[in-house]
């Protein structure tokens, strides 16, 4: 009898000294090092000599192709590799999910963005532009071309193709009835003037400070062809290639065979379609990749190098390295992770799942691979936000506008215990605030406020606002007809994220302080609709994209939606004027980018303070890797860093510069 | 004889286009279209949507126009061959749905020859030697072929595969051959890739095949023309195969009109599951994604399979029952 329990004793010893030791290892090798690429702009570090792929070196001898000196533009531009020089060829494996995943393609192969961002996101490097100037209260901004820089096509890029895509496509009224607010103030447009050539000038009305950092941001619409050519934005255009499907410069007859003959709805959807550097091989680019096999009508999507791309390493090699990406379509995510773990993809964090990472780290050997965790820096990964413009039952509507019903809320769900069953305790249990790192960071107190869980609190807080009253189950009772209080948790299925299966927990969480709370999961675009409608009760979501909040829409506003932001938007024209704490939010975000950067800085610490304090969005956990931060890396591949951003504003991987990783011989 | 099939015929028409306005009103009825579809998939891969980005997709696309209206275009399009475009995959409908087609023959077809390679033979043996060993055996293993949910399986197969043997995780080709254009090293890495979807599609449907064929056999083996035959001298395995086996095939020949629609629809998730780059995950993602053109395409698609399905199994049960074949006659 007491060797058997001294056997037991012995095992659970065993067992909580393992547990230990893993713990104590996966936060210090998974999560390895803040590295990345160097841009060189300093004139004595530039190589004099170039070279190419042997891949090119071949089609130069074959007569197809120029020399690379006469490829690349008088200064191209010039990296040094997060690690070393790399070495040319192969063919770079991952897989897709289907035709709405070309954003893969788009994040890693087209760096093609006006100004860049460096992988820490806090300077501003020369890009397709080499150089720029603002005037001393920005409202001029003046850019520089690089001479002699060439489309993949060989046709030369001049501020031509700029001009072009402002006013044959930008403010061409049928091309794009809702043109983007970014290249406007206070509802004002910019205009675009030509210098030369080589040198364009955008002025605004009224000082636009921000506006740098908007065409170094490949997100925004305005400032990578790659990224949002496909909807008529994209920041320029091939004006010698999309001028044959221009109205305005094509044969009419032409233009309709060509309409007629590809089934397009009108010459809007012929040139936007035309125009999306993801699907169509034949756009001249002037990203590192351009699509050679679109996704169609192939079983594989195939990118190949752009011969004329017009960055070198620091030797003088034209960049990429690697020759090809290849992209296999997986009809299901389980199918993609199973190959990801078989170690089939060289490089892959999109789609790969957190919660199968002791099977990637079981199979890292076999499938030689290592993995990465890329703990995200904006707020929340799972956050609860509460409908500010349901309006349905106007009790519970009443309770949704109420602070104080939301922060009871907040309080009442335990984070720490969503993150350690749904996020393998990655995540850190915390408000929507960003992370210390943060320019907009509002101080420590607000990481917490009104976040950590706390039921008796929550409880007496709710007994105070008049939810005193329950039934036999322990629920509240509403105040009009004393009639249970239901609220329904309504979450999107198929994202990064188990929506779902967390809502669960969480309204398991909210009966505890006598909540009545029914889960409720919708295909994702009826989830979709139910927002822009006005619909939603509570719903669960992220909010990546605001580690610049100035910069991000969509998830720092998916609660006012649409009543408050088609008021905050239009200026005050249509929607319905917001309660005071959210019209001041609102004013803060419109006004904050025409702001000097530290009256921005500040504008934008205000602002989280004021989302901390009223709790739109509740944050359940954040800093953790769930959304895009899970990479599976194969061990022969070079200059991948160790540790990136997660980051939608730099296109993670994009300002990594997927362009300088290598596969080792 | 003639009357009849024209008849036939002219209602299969009548069918098809009744068929073609049900597909493309049932597309359009849940909310929203096609771009709040994808709008909200942008939104959940961290992509950043503006209330103008909606709008400017919606003029693009002309989805503002009535259904009716878009119903007429489409139609005109089609009598001229053109089936529209995808909005999802942005390219002519018949370039996507092309290769698939055929890959999905490939794998139907070869899914068919399984389970009634498998079952008939299997369900003629259990019937003949009812309540014998392996009539016990083979029911243990059909029913168990028949409970377990088949996307199970190809999981578990996958993982095995995967596992120990090192095999490729789903899709019909090897990688080196994605790319390659058609040859013969090509068909026979599509070949070689095809039992295991064959195994896992047909496992199902083949417990369900001996299971039917056992019974039907064995109501003919207990009909009086079999004892008749059999006093007659006649050999045993000629009067089984050609007597009641015949009669008791009368059903399965009856619904192989669903056989067609069943091959694309009936395996989405099997094909989700295992990668296979057929027109049934085409489909279901079409619908998600409120494709409406190539969605209803597809749905036109498997209208037209099924009443050709239906207008040969007619045919072939004439062929084969001789008693269906006289009452047409007369």
Same mark, same amino acid.
């Given at each position: 009898?007491?060797?058997?329990?001294?056997?037991?004793?012995?095992?659970?010893?065993?067992?909580?000294?393992?547990?230990?030791?893993?713990?104590?290892?996966?936060?210090?090798?998974?999560?390895?090092?803040?590295?990345?690429?160097?841009?060189?702009?300093?004139?004595?570090?530039?190589?004099?000599m170039y070279s190419e792929s042997p891949m090119l070196s071949a089609m130069v001898e074959a007569g197809d192709l120029p020399p690379v000196e006469e490829r690349l533009?008088?200064?191209p531009?010039?990296i040094?590799p997060?690690?070393?020089i790399g070495q040319y060829g192969g063919q770079w494996r991952r897989?897709?999910?289907?035709?709405?995943?070309?954003?893969?393609a788009?994040?890693i192969a087209?760096n093609?963005?006006?100004?860049?961002?460096?992988?820490?996101?806090?300077?501003?490097?020369?890009?397709?532009?080499?150089?720029?100037?603002?005037?001393?209260?920005?409202?001029?901004?003046?850019?520089?071309?690089?001479?002699?820089?060439k489309w993949s096509d060989g046709?030369?890029?001049?501020?031509?193709?700029?001009?072009?895509?402002?006013?044959?496509?930008?403010?061409?009224?049928?091309?794009? @009835?809702?043109?983007?607010?970014?290249?406007?103030? *206070?509802?004002?447009?910019?205009?675009?003037?030509?210098?030369?050539?080589?040198?364009?000038?955008?002025?605004?009305?009224?000082?636009? #400070?921000?506006?740098?950092?908007?065409?170094?941001?490949?997100?925004? *619409?305005?400032?990578?062809?790659?990224?949002?050519?496909?909807?008529?934005?994209?920041?320029?255009?091939?004006?010698?290639?999309?001028?044959?499907?221009?109205?305005?410069?094509?044969?009419?007859?032409?233009? *309709?065979?060509?309409?007629?003959?590809?089934?397009?709805?009108?010459?809007?959807?012929?040139?936007?379609?035309?125009?999306?550097?993801?699907?169509?091989p034949d756009?001249p680019t002037l990203a590192p990749w351009r699509v050679k096999l679109?996704?169609?009508?192939n079983?594989v999507y195939v990118l190949e190098r752009n011969p004329y791309y017009f960055n070198v390493d620091?030797e003088g090699n034209q960049l990429p390295y690697i020759d090809s990406i290849v992209l296999?379509?997986?009809?299901?995510?389980?199918?993609? *992770?199973?190959?990801?773990?078989?170690?089939?993809?060289d490089l892959?964090?999109?789609?790969?799942?957190?919660?199968?990472?002791?099977?990637?780290?079981?199979?890292?050997?076999?499938?030689?691979?290592?993995?990465?965790?890329?703990?995200?820096?904006?707020?929340?990964?799972?956050?609860?936000?509460?409908?500010?413009?349901?309006?349905?039952?106007?009790?519970?509507?009443?309770?949704?506008?109420?602070?104080?019903?939301?922060?009871?809320?907040?309080?009442?769900?335990?984070?720490?215990?969503?993150?350690?069953?749904?996020?393998?305790?990655?995540?850190?249990?915390?408000?929507?605030?960003?992370?210390?790192?943060? #320019?907009?960071?509002?101080?420590?107190?607000?990481?917490?406020?009104?976040?950590?869980?706390?039921?008796?609190?929550?409880?007496?807080?709710?007994?105070?606002?008049?939810?005193?009253?329950?039934?036999?189950?322990?629920?509240?009772?509403?105040?009009?007809?004393?009639?249970?209080?239901?609220?329904?948790?309504?979450?999107?299925?198929?994202?990064?994220?188990?929506?779902?299966?967390?809502?669960?927990?969480?309204?398991?969480?909210?009966?505890?302080?006598?909540?009545?709370?029914?889960?409720?999961?919708?295909?994702?675009?009826?989830?979709?609709?139910?927002?822009?409608?006005?619909?939603?009760?509570?719903?669960?979501?992220?909010?990546?994209?605001?580690?610049?909040?100035?910069?991000?829409?969509?998830?720092?506003?998916?609660?006012?939606?649409?009543?408050?932001?088609?008021?905050?938007?239009?200026?005050?024209?249509?929607?319905?004027?917001?309660?005071?704490?959210?019209?001041?939010?609102?004013?803060?975000?419109?006004?904050?980018?025409?702001?000097?950067?530290?009256?921005?800085?500040?504008?934008?610490?205000?602002?989280?303070?004021?989302?901390?304090?009223?709790?739109?969005?509740?944050?359940?956990?954040?800093?953790? @890797? %769930?959304?895009?931060?899970?990479?599976?890396?194969?061990?022969a591949m070079g200059n991948?860093?160790?540790?990136?951003?997660?980051?939608?504003?730099?296109?993670?991987?994009?300002?990594?510069l997927p362009e300088t990783y290598f596969i080792q011989r | 004889?003639?009357?009849?099939?024209?008849?036939?015929?002219?209602?299969?028409?009548?069918?098809?286009?009744?068929?073609?306005?049900?597909?493309?009103?049932?597309?359009?009825?849940?909310?929203?279209?096609?771009?709040?579809?994808?709008?909200?998939?942008?939104?959940?891969?961290?992509?950043?949507?503006?209330?103008?980005?909606?709008?400017?997709?919606?003029?693009?696309?002309?989805?503002?126009?009535?259904?009716?209206?878009?119903?007429?275009?489409?139609?005109?399009?089609?009598?001229?061959?053109?089936?529209?475009?995808?909005?999802?995959?942005?390219?002519?409908?018949?370039?996507?749905?092309?290769?698939?087609?055929?890959?999905?023959?490939?794998?139907?077809?070869?899914?068919?020859?399984?389970?009634?390679?498998?079952?008939?033979?299997?369900?003629?043996?259990?019937?003949?030697?009812?309540?014998?060993?392996?009539?016990?055996?083979?029911?243990?293993?059909?029913?168990?072929?028949?409970?377990? @949910?088949?996307?199970?399986?190809?999981?578990?197969?996958?993982?095995?595969?995967?596992?120990?043997?090192?095999?490729?995780?789903?899709?019909?080709?090897?990688p080196e051959?994605l790319q390659a254009d058609?040859?013969?090293?090509?068909?026979?890495?599509?070949?070689?890739?095809?039992?295991?979807?064959?195994?896992?599609?047909? %496992?199902?449907?083949?417990?369900?095949?001996?299971?039917?064929?056992?019974?039907?056999?064995?109501?003919?083996?207990?009909?009086?023309?079999?004892?008749?035959?059999?006093?007659?001298?006649?050999?045993?395995?000629?009067?089984?195969?050609?007597?009641?086996?015949?009669?008791?095939?009368? @059903?399965?020949?009856?619904?192989?009109?669903?056989?067609?629609?069943?091959?694309?629809?009936?395996?989405?998730?099997?094909?989700?599951?295992?990668?296979? #780059?057929?027109?049934?995950?085409?489909?279901?993602?079409?619908?998600?994604?409120?494709?409406?053109?190539?969605?209803?395409?597809?749905?036109?698609?498997?209208?037209?399979?099924?009443?050709?399905?239906?207008?040969?199994?007619?045919?072939?049960?004439?062929?084969?029952?001789?008693?269906?074949?006289?009452?047409?006659?007369?």
């Amino acid at each position: 009898m007491s060797k058997k329990l001294l056997l037991i004793v012995l095992i659970a010893a065993l067992g909580v000294c393992l547990a230990a030791a893993q713990s104590d290892e996966s936060g210090s090798f998974l999560v390895g090092e803040f590295e990345g690429p160097t841009i060189i702009t300093d004139e004595g570090m530039m190589p004099s000599m170039y070279s190419e792929s042997p891949m090119l070196s071949a089609m130069v001898e074959a007569g197809d192709l120029p020399p690379v000196e006469e490829r690349l533009p008088a200064n191209p531009g010039v990296i040094q590799p997060a690690h070393e020089i790399g070495q040319y060829g192969g063919q770079w494996r991952r897989g897709y999910t289907g035709p709405g995943d070309v954003w893969n393609a788009r994040r890693i192969a087209g760096n093609d963005n006006l100004l860049f961002m460096d992988y820490t996101l806090n300077e501003i490097k020369p890009w397709v532009f080499e150089s720029w100037e603002a005037n001393d209260d920005f409202t001029q901004f003046t850019f520089g071309l690089r001479e002699g820089h060439k489309w993949s096509d060989g046709a030369p890029f001049t501020a031509d193709d700029i001009v072009f895509w402002f006013e044959e496509l930008f403010l061409n009224e049928e091309f794009l @009835p809702a043109p983007s607010t970014f290249l406007s103030v *206070n509802g004002e447009f910019a205009t675009l003037t030509k210098i030369d050539d080589l040198t364009v000038q955008y002025s605004f009305s009224a000082p636009y #400070p921000l506006f740098l950092k908007v065409m170094a941001t490949p997100s925004s *619409n305005i400032a990578s062809h790659a990224r949002r050519g496909w909807n008529g934005h994209g920041g320029y255009a091939p004006a010698h290639y999309i001028k044959q499907f221009h109205p305005d410069f094509a044969d009419e007859a032409e233009l *309709n065979a060509i309409l007629e003959e590809g089934g397009y709805s009108n010459w809007v959807d012929l040139v936007k379609s035309k125009n999306d550097w993801a699907r169509n091989p034949d756009l001249p680019t002037l990203a590192p990749w351009r699509v050679k096999l679109a996704p169609a009508d192939n079983p594989v999507y195939v990118l190949e190098r752009n011969p004329y791309y017009f960055n070198v390493d620091a030797e003088g090699n034209q960049l990429p390295y690697i020759d090809s990406i290849v992209l296999t379509l997986a009809e299901d995510l389980e199918v993609l *992770n199973l190959r990801a773990i078989a170690g089939e993809y060289d490089l892959q964090s999109r789609h790969i799942d957190l919660q199968k990472l002791p099977l990637y780290i079981e199979n890292a050997e076999r499938g030689d691979y290592s993995i990465r965790l890329d703990p995200s820096d904006y707020g929340a990964n799972v956050l609860l936000f509460f409908g500010q413009t349901y309006s349905a039952d106007a009790e519970i509507a009443g309770w949704l506008q109420n602070v104080d019903f939301r922060r009871a809320v907040s309080m009442g769900v335990d984070g720490g215990q969503v993150n350690e069953t749904f996020l393998l305790g990655l995540g850190v249990a915390r408000s929507v605030v960003p992370t210390a790192a943060n #320019p907009y960071y509002p101080g420590e107190e607000y990481e917490t406020l009104y976040t950590a869980f706390d039921a008796d609190a929550a409880n007496q807080l709710l007994d105070d606002i008049g939810l005193s009253a329950k039934d036999g189950d322990g629920y509240r009772l509403r105040a009009d007809n004393g009639e249970r209080l239901t609220l329904t948790l309504t979450t999107p299925g198929a994202s990064f994220v188990p929506y779902p299966k967390i809502a669960e927990m969480v309204a398991n969480q909210l009966g505890g302080i006598g909540l009545h709370v029914i889960p409720e999961q919708l295909e994702r675009s009826l989830w979709q609709s139910r927002i822009d409608n006005g619909e939603i009760q509570l719903s669960l979501w992220d909010n990546g994209g605001t580690e610049d909040v100035f910069l991000h829409f969509n998830n720092t506003w998916l609660w006012a939606r649409p009543n408050y932001t088609d008021w905050m938007r239009s200026g005050g024209a249509i929607g319905d004027e917001p309660p005071a704490e959210i019209k001041e939010a609102m004013e803060i975000w419109v006004s904050g980018p025409a702001l000097p950067p530290d009256e921005r800085i500040e504008a934008g610490k205000r602002l989280w303070v004021l989302f901390a304090e009223n709790v739109w969005q509740a944050g359940i956990v954040g800093s953790s @890797p %769930a959304v895009l931060g899970t990479r599976v890396v194969k061990n022969a591949m070079g200059n991948v860093p160790a540790r990136q951003l997660s980051n939608v504003l730099c296109m993670t991987p994009g300002c990594t510069l997927p362009e300088t990783y290598f596969i080792q011989r | 004889m003639l009357t009849y099939i024209i008849r036939r015929f002219l209602l299969a028409l009548i069918t098809i286009w009744a068929i073609s306005v049900l597909s493309f009103a049932i597309i359009q009825l849940p909310p929203g279209d096609y771009v709040t579809a994808y709008i909200a998939q942008l939104a959940s891969s961290g992509v950043d949507v503006t209330p103008e980005f909606a709008e400017n997709l919606r003029q693009q696309y002309g989805l503002d126009s009535p259904i009716t209206v878009q119903y007429l275009k489409w139609m005109q399009q089609i009598s001229r061959g053109n089936f529209g475009r995808s909005l999802e995959w942005r390219a002519p409908v018949l370039d996507i749905i092309g290769d698939r087609l055929w890959l999905t023959m490939a794998v139907s077809v070869s899914a068919v020859i399984f389970t009634w390679g498998l079952a008939l033979p299997i369900g003629i043996y259990s019937a003949v030697r009812q309540y014998s060993i392996a009539d016990y055996i083979f029911t243990f293993i059909g029913f168990i072929g028949l409970a377990v @949910p088949s996307f199970l399986l190809a999981l578990i197969l996958m993982y095995v595969g995967f596992r120990y043997f090192g095999a490729n995780i789903g899709g019909l080709f090897s990688p080196e051959y994605l790319q390659a254009d058609w040859s013969l090293a090509k068909l026979w890495d599509l070949i070689k890739h095809l039992p295991l979807p064959a195994l896992i599609l047909g %496992a199902a449907g083949t417990a369900q095949l001996i299971r039917i064929m056992r019974a039907n056999l064995l109501d003919e083996l207990r009909k009086p023309y079999v004892i008749t035959a059999r006093a007659k001298g006649m050999s045993e395995l000629r009067l089984i195969l050609k007597y009641p086996v015949r009669a008791a095939m009368n @059903p399965f020949i009856s619904t192989l009109g669903y056989l067609f629609p069943f091959i694309i629809s009936g395996s989405i998730i099997v094909a989700l599951v295992l990668g296979l #780059p057929t027109i049934g995950p085409l489909l279901l993602r079409a619908l998600v994604a409120q494709d409406m053109f190539l969605a209803g395409t597809i749905v036109l698609f498997l209208g037209i399979l099924t009443v050709l399905g239906t207008f040969i199994s007619d045919i072939l049960l004439m062929w084969i029952d001789p008693r269906i074949r006289f009452e047409r006659r007369e």
